[in-house]
Every structure is written in structure tokens, then in C-alpha cells.
């Protein structure tokens, strides 16, 4: 899982971020809030006590920007627990953090996201449309338009295959190829440079591309295996 830890004391953010790499997790660090509010993640620990923007004003931008992420707040203190729960936290831990209290939330969050079905907006030619990202196949590149493949319909859109490419990462979609923008949970089989979608598509893995493509492919079969 991709997290985003915000906090200004730097022995916090060192501790927590080796605790959560250790387990498996991908981490990034940052001690400016307002560095957090142009970036998505599906789970957010935001230290409540920052003097730049607090986690509150931080966690109320993020709520009104990624309405579905998960806020965990962290703090030296107690009163602060009623204001968290008020911009929806999904948690809130007091320091010193525990490593149990950390594996309590990650399991947590795992269970409320594998319940949740996530929707994505795209404009296609016959207006905006709302799709949960597990229908999508993949985007290909193909004349002037870039074209996304559903297992029962396909989709003319109007967008850059890069800026799509862009806004679907965190939903593990990646790109093998300069014109294709592929879902790895419908990947069937790797072979060679010849990527076997779930239908029996054919997508072309480009040499250039090959060695990132396979390491992400295992990245995400591990983090599968792992939950």
C-alpha cells in the first residue's frame, strides 16, 4: 500500500517510515503539510501538532479533495481525539507509537478497502462516466484518441494516455508500452515481451519498458500474496 507520513519531528517520521517499509509497505515522507494537498494516497498518518498547517486544517483539505482516503492521526495528545473524529479520521494514535497499534490500523484499513468499490469519473465522448476501476482492462493510444477497454464495452476519451497514466497509478495501473495503460490485476499472463489480458488481448511489453514493467508486476503479485 502506498502511505503519505507527515510530521515535523524528523526521529518520528525516520521511525515510522522504517517500520512501515519493513512491513512490506511503499512510504513517502514529508514535514510540510501543504506539500501533501496535490497528492493522493489511499492512506494518509498526519501528525496533528505541526506548526506550518496543523493535521486538522491538513486532514479537513485532504477530506475535501480524496474524499474516500483514510486519515490516521498521530499525537502527543489526548484532547485533540474529538476534533479528529470531526473531519472523519479513520483512526488516532498517541505517541509513542506502537508497532501493534500500527499492524491494528494497517489491517483495519486493508478490510474497509477491500470492501469498497472504487469509482473513477472519465469524459468520454458520450459525456462523463463512472466506472469502479476493477471493470477497466486497460487504455490503449490508437489514432488521435485513447480508447478504454472494458471486459464489455470500449470507450472513446479525449485525454492524454500520460495524464490518464498519471491519475491511475495509485489503482495499480502502469504503462508497458508508449501507447498502452494496463490494469495489473487483469493480467493473465507475461511471456517474453507479450503481456495476456484476462480476455485474451494481447498487449505488447516494449524492451525499454521491460525491466520497470516486470518489477512492478512483482511488486503487485507480492503485495496481493501479502494481504
Known amino acids: ?8 519531528e524528523f526521529t ?9 517499509k519493513d512491513m512490506g509497505h511503499e512510504v513517502d515522507c514529508f514535514h510540510d503539510p501543504r506539500q ?21 486544517e491538513t486532514g479537513n483539505q485532504l477530506r475535501k479533495l480524496y474524499p474516500n482516503c483514510c486519515i490516521v492521526y498521530l ?5 485533540y481525539r474529538a476534533q479528529a473524529f470531526g473531519v ?7 505517541k509513542p507509537i506502537q508497532k501493534s497499534d500500527i499492524e491494528r490500523v494497517l489491517q483495519d484499513v486493508k ?8 469509482l473513477c469519473s472519465f469524459h468520454t465522448k458520450d459525456g462523463v462516466l463512472q466506472l469502479p476501476t476493477d471493470d477497466i482492462l486497460y487504455f490503449e493510444f490508437l489514432g488521435r484518441n485513447v480508447i478504454l477497454h472494458t471486459l464489455k464495452q470500449e470507450y472513446i476519451m479525449s485525454k ?17 508500452h508508449k501507447s498502452f495503460c494496463i490494469n495489473l490485476k487483469h493480467v493473465k499472463l507475461l511471456k517474453g515481451y507479450d503481456i495476456t489480458m484476462i480476455n485474451g488481448d494481447l498487449i505488447p511489453l516494449s524492451q525499454k519498458r521491460s525491466t ?14 501479502k494481504r
Open 75 to 79: 499525537t502527543n495528545f489526548d484532547d
Open 111 to 118: 478490510s474497509m478497502v477491500t470492501q469498497v468499490e472504487v
Open 212 to 225: 520497470s514493467f516486470r518489477s512492478e508486476l512483482n511488486d503487485y503479485l507480492y503485495r496481493q500474496i
Open 1 to 8: 500500500m502506498k502511505i503519505a507520513l507527515c510530521d515535523d
Open 160 to 176: 492524454s494516455l500520460h495524464e490518464i497514466a498519471g491519475e491511475m497509478k495509485d489503482y495499480d495501473f502502469v504503462m508497458p
Open 36 to 56: 501533501l494537498l496535490d497528492k493522493k494516497y489511499p492512506l494518509y498518518f498526519l501528525d496533528i501538532g505541526m506548526e506550518e498547517m496543523n493535521g486538522i
Open 12 to 20: 518520528i517520521l525516520e521511525e515510522l517510515s522504517t517500520l512501515l
Open 88 to 94: 472523519h479520521a479513520f483512526d488516532y494514535l498517541k
